[in-house]
């Protein structure tokens, strides 16, 4: 996997390294098991300071993404998450709340935007089976 850091996009470092991630996971590019770069070595290839590769790995530890395995490194730990159904929902209802005013500023009518919610979804969808990773359960 190709790690990219875009400094003029105004989302800190550490997070565009956890969006990345999380993208990689769904799509199927990092499967279950997958060994994530050390941060030394990740921090080096991007030029970033060392802490915010281990700020973002943190983040995915946290989160019950990825498993620090003592003396091997940082693994991908599978479809399986920690957080109770309300915390996962209240987190994507802010994401959900931010978008619904974007789309306001943007006049994009609330058909548009289910049409679009529906299209991102199918293309999700076709992305993962082609990957071999199938359905969302």
Not at 121 to 134: D, E, M, V, Y
Request: with cysteine; hydrophobic share 40%.
């Amino acid at each position: 996997m190709r790690w990219l850091v875009d400094y003029h996009s105004g989302v800190p470092v550490y997070l565009q390294l956890v969006q990345q991630a999380k993208s990689a996971m769904a799509t199927g590019t990092l499967r279950d098991g997958d060994q994530l770069p050390s941060v030394r070595v990740l921090a080096e290839e991007l030029k970033v300071n060392r802490n915010t590769v281990a700020k973002a790995w943190a983040e995915l530890e946290s989160e019950g993404v990825i498993e620090n395995r003592q003396g091997s490194g940082c693994f991908v730990t599978g479809s399986k998450t920690p957080l109770r159904r309300a915390v996962r929902n209240e987190r994507l209802a802010q994401g959900v709340d931010a978008l619904i005013i974007q789309a306001h500023h943007l006049q994009v009518t609330d058909d548009d935007l289910r049409a679009l919610l529906d299209e991102g979804l199918r293309r999700f969808h076709q992305t993962r089976r082609a990957s071999g990773r199938g359905e969302l359960t």
